[in-house]
């Protein structure tokens, strides 16, 4: 359901609607091997739960699913209790059942053996005439040892069989064209074919040639990314104020200058060190899986968004960041009463905490960034590598010429509030990004794109005002009439920037913000025909219509939080060469390795010796990646044939149109030969 939120409220909004819905579950003994489990909710004035024969393209139906069974096995599907009502519903333009004040869920079960143990939970949707709740689960635990034994089990286990050999109606399977082509390609589909579809091609790819990788181009981003946070840091009021006066005081305590160099360039070096080692943690916490599972977790994302809110608050006058005091005293003190590199070392802590309420913003945002972004376990080592090296640079350089330190004492003043306030503005708009991936990966449309467009035109739009005068925060000189020339030209960017957006409204696709924005398949209103969408988001279901059609397939493993997917989309897709070649001679599927959709049962798999359980949709396609392509990176295309066989080496982020038409280009003349 299309609703657009006010992303101030989302998290206020959230906790209020969980509280509208409240069920219990009981379980019933019906016969001595079958039990009835009932769940029975209590629902508030306004608010509606939907049915379990809600049609396709309508809201979320309530489900029963299993995580674990042993000794258990369904009998029927889930049924809805008394008091359902059915009405037209304008949105969804379809009629659609739901309960209102009470509902009642039934899911009976056959006990197959003596000891049996389930482990399933309800899955339903609400909504009132405003709000709507996300994919909300109620958990179950069916577990005894007084299931039937003998001739019962042994009758039991026969009549659970039959029904589990009974044909089952095809189910969608997350496909955008389940037409009866494809269904039907994939009902013929033999276990030989599916073993080849899984079968590891890492060697056929290397003999195309060398694998173009995202991970490097990624690390070297991060890295530029940390040295960009690190400059800006420098111009804050927090640091830009201490640096003359540190390098001052090591020229002044050393007997020669030589000395008071070496010292000043050791300073230098311990800064690297200690942000270094902030990384470093931080990579110790977060491993390669965890970074993937994080970067489109629900709680973290929305906790990140709430985290620059307040970053950009600080920065914007609201309040100061600010480490306790005794902290940078008992550091302080620690150096004073030290020799040699350990107060050095001291020292350089000492600043790091004095300055924190305004690198620590910063810090966190490219921390926020590299473990969401960079998909490496290096990433937070290197971007804080960066971030450290730009921050220790002008130490070193006021060290080795002292006589730069007259005109860095006289810096300073209104520009430096000035950084501040502008940083706060940027990480307001980065804040917005964080809560549209959470967003899109559960599918609650809260910040479709136009939404989030709206969000931004009105953010740089407001920061241009900030930037031309006419509007001021707390620590901005209230006197102050005259603007820099400086301060216009950036202003008038900003300005220019809000405009560039406005078309986006319409359907234009603004590459400029392509990268942050959500897709543009999420947008109502869009007056552009040129647009390219996969016909598949399940890859069997993608492999077998192929086959039936007689085209090669082109995977694409994306990620509804993927930065550089987003931008190949607008940029490489959007061209009239790419489009053609997707369009008319491969079958496009695209496999989101971080949909949270829940598979109709859990997949137990083993990875590198270590067992590990497949759980969502997002989880498949990335143990799909991992072991048949041997990368875990997105974006990734690899065309193959229908056997599932590599037709050529796997690109990955490069927007050089000619390049990936050659590449798609050599991928469909292996195929045709």
């Not at 699913?65 to 008394?82: R, Y």
């Not at 450290?388 to 350089?397: D, G, S, Y």
């Amino acid at each position: 359901m299309k609703r657009v939120l006010s992303f101030f409220l989302f998290a206020l909004t959230a906790v209020v609607a969980l509280a509208q819905v409240n069920f219990s579950v009981s379980q019933k003994r019906v016969s001595p091997t079958e039990i009835d489990i009932i769940f029975k909710g209590t629902i508030a004035q306004g608010w509606h739960v939907y049915s379990t024969t809600v049609g396709e393209g309508g809201p979320i139906r309530a489900s029963f699913n299993i995580d674990k069974k042993d000794g258990v096995e369904l009998v029927g599907k889930l049924k809805d209790g008394p008091g359902i009502k059915t009405e037209q519903d304008p949105i969804f333009d379809m009629p659609v059942s739901f309960f209102e004040r009470n509902c009642t869920f039934t899911q009976r079960v056959k006990l197959t053996k003596k000891d049996y143990n389930l482990k399933a939970y309800l899955e339903f949707g609400a909504c009132n005439d405003e709000n709507c709740l996300p994919p909300t689960a109620v958990d179950v635990t069916v577990k005894g040892a007084d299931g039937p034994t003998g001739d019962d089990a042994k009758a039991a286990e026969e009549e659970a069989a039959k029904e589990e050999a009974e044909p089952v109606a095809a189910t969608d399977t997350t496909s955008t064209a389940s037409d009866s082509l494809a269904l039907a390609a994939l009902a013929n589909v033999d276990s030989t074919a599916l073993d080849g579809w899984y079968a590891p091609v890492i060697d056929q790819m290397k003999s195309y040639g060398e694998e173009n990788s995202a991970s490097g181009k990624s690390l070297w981003y991060i890295f530029l990314m940390g040295l960009v946070g690190g400059f800006i840091a420098l111009v804050t009021p927090c640091v830009w104020p201490i640096i003359p006066m540190t390098v001052s005081f090591f020229l002044k305590r050393a007997d020669d200058k030589a000395k008071g160099i070496r010292d000043a360039v050791l300073y230098g070096v311990n800064i690297v060190v200690i942000y270094v080692a902030l990384g470093l943690i931080v990579t110790s916490i977060f491993g390669t899986n965890a970074l993937n599972d994080l970067s489109t977790n629900a709680i973290f994302n929305i906790f990140l968004f709430l985290l620059l809110l307040v970053f950009a608050a600080s920065f914007m006058g609201g309040f100061e960041i600010t480490l306790p005091s005794s902290w940078s005293n008992k550091i302080d003190a620690k150096a004073s009463s030290t020799t040699g590199l350990l107060s050095i070392f001291l020292m350089a802590l000492t600043r790091a905490v004095v300055s924190f309420s305004c690198t620590g913003p910063i810090i966190g945002f490219l921390l926020v960034e590299v473990t969401t972004e960079g998909g490496s376990f290096l990433a937070p080592t290197v971007g804080m590598l960066g971030f450290a090296i730009a921050l220790a640079l002008p130490f070193t350089l006021f060290a080795l010429f002292p006589t730069w330190l007259k005109k860095a004492r006289g810096t300073g003043g209104e520009w430096m509030n000035v950084v501040k306030v502008v940083l706060g503005f940027v990480e307001l708009a980065f804040a917005l990004k964080f809560l549209s991936v959470a967003d899109l990966a559960y599918g609650w449309h809260i910040l479709d794109r136009e939404a989030f467009l709206c969000l931004w035109i009105a953010i740089f739009g407001l920061l241009a005002a900030y930037l031309f005068g006419w509007i001021k925060f707390p620590h901005d000189d209230p006197d102050a009439k005259n603007i820099g020339v400086t301060r216009f030209f950036i202003g008038l960017c900003s300005l220019a920037f809000s405009i560039y957006m406005i078309p986006g409204l319409w359907g234009a696709p603004c590459k400029a913000v392509s990268a942050f924005a959500p897709p543009i398949t999420t947008q109502d209103f869009n007056l552009d025909p040129v647009h390219v969408e996969p016909k598949f988001r399940d890859y069997e279901a993608g492999m077998a219509y192929a086959k039936q059609a007689g085209k090669p397939v082109l995977l694409d493993f994306t990620g509804f939080g993927c930065v550089n997917c987003r931008k190949m989309e607008l940029a490489v897709w959007h061209d009239a060469k790419v489009r053609d070649l997707l369009n008319k001679d491969y079958v496009l599927v695209s496999l989101y390795v971080d949909d949270k959709t829940r598979l109709p049962e859990p997949i137990e798999v083993e990875v590198g010796g270590k067992k590990r359980t497949l759980r969502t949709v997002g989880d498949k396609w990335s143990y799909l990646q991992e072991t048949k392509f041997g990368a875990n990176t997105q974006p990734q295309y690899i065309p193959v044939d229908n056997a599932g066989n590599a037709l050529n080496h796997s690109t990955s982020y490069d927007e050089d149109v000619d390049k990936y038409v050659r590449f798609l280009r050599q991928g469909l003349e292996r195929y045709n030969k």
